[in-house]
């Protein structure tokens, strides 16, 4: 199974601030690498897929970056709505595993 | 719009079994495949199971492999999971989710999910 690891687990940060999360994977996945946002209580919502891809209606502060084995989400100036855990995906290979979440606080 | 609407979660006790249906609605239902996914109170997310639209392919985690059984009816616009043999460690929020019709697998619809409590 390909483990994915999520840095850091938890965060702290200011409106406005510029937020960076970094998912690894434990072995290549090209651009197989997708990020969700979860708010408390509700369903994930995918932000990027493919790496790079900015889905359909999500706020273009949002941004991801890397392939092979190293991602990033960066989101650009941090909104209180923002505020959410984050999990990297990988759809490499089944079985599809995910990061154990970045808790996103302000 | 698409709709994902899960439904027959509860409390089960432990070795016992339940089903869980999912019906789709606002898109076209047997050409996706479609997917489980469960996340244990306070916990993060673990895919469970997918089929594909025809049903020719079907995947299990490990941790439910034997256990669980996916299924659809295309007919009905119908997700199914039946899960015996339950354990307390299968406790969770079980969301249906649509992966994306692209080569790039992304879950891009979910479910609000259905709670399953195994306890006795």
């Known amino acids: 199974d390909i483990q994915m690891t999520q840095s850091p687990s938890s965060l702290s940060a200011s409106v406005g601030d510029r937020v960076t999360i970094t998912c690894r994977a434990s072995q290549s996945i090209s651009s197989y690498l997708n990020w969700y946002q979860q708010k408390p209580g509700k369903a994930p919502n995918v932000l990027i897929y493919?790496?790079?891809s900015l889905e359909t209606g999500v706020p273009s502060r949002f941004s991801g970056s890397g392939s092979g084995t190293d991602f990033t989400l960066s989101i650009s100036s941090l909104q209180p709505e923002d505020v959410a855990t984050y999990y990297c995906?990988?759809?490499?290979?089944?079985?599809?595993?995910f990061g154990q979440g970045t808790k996103l606080e302000i | 719009e698409v709709q994902l609407v899960e439904s027959g979660g509860g409390l089960v006790q432990p070795g016992g079994s339940l089903r869980l249906s999912c019906a789709a609605s606002g898109f076209t239902f047997s050409s996706y495949t479609m997917n489980w996914v469960r996340q244990a109170p306070g916990k993060g997310l673990q895919w469970v199971s997918y089929?594909?639209?025809?049903?020719?392919?079907?995947k299990y985690a490990d941790s439910v492999k034997g256990r669980f059984t996916i299924s659809r009816d295309n007919a009905k616009n119908s997700l199914y999971l039946q899960m015996n043999s339950l354990r307390a460690e299968d406790t969770a929020v079980y969301y249906c989710v649509r992966r994306e019709s692209s080569a790039w697998y992304y879950f891009d619809s979910w479910g609000q999910g259905t709670l399953v409590t195994v306890s006795s």
């Open positions: 089929i594909t639209g025809s049903s020719s392919t079907i």
């Open positions: 995906q990988q759809s490499y290979s089944t079985p599809y595993t």
């Open positions: 493919a790496g790079t």
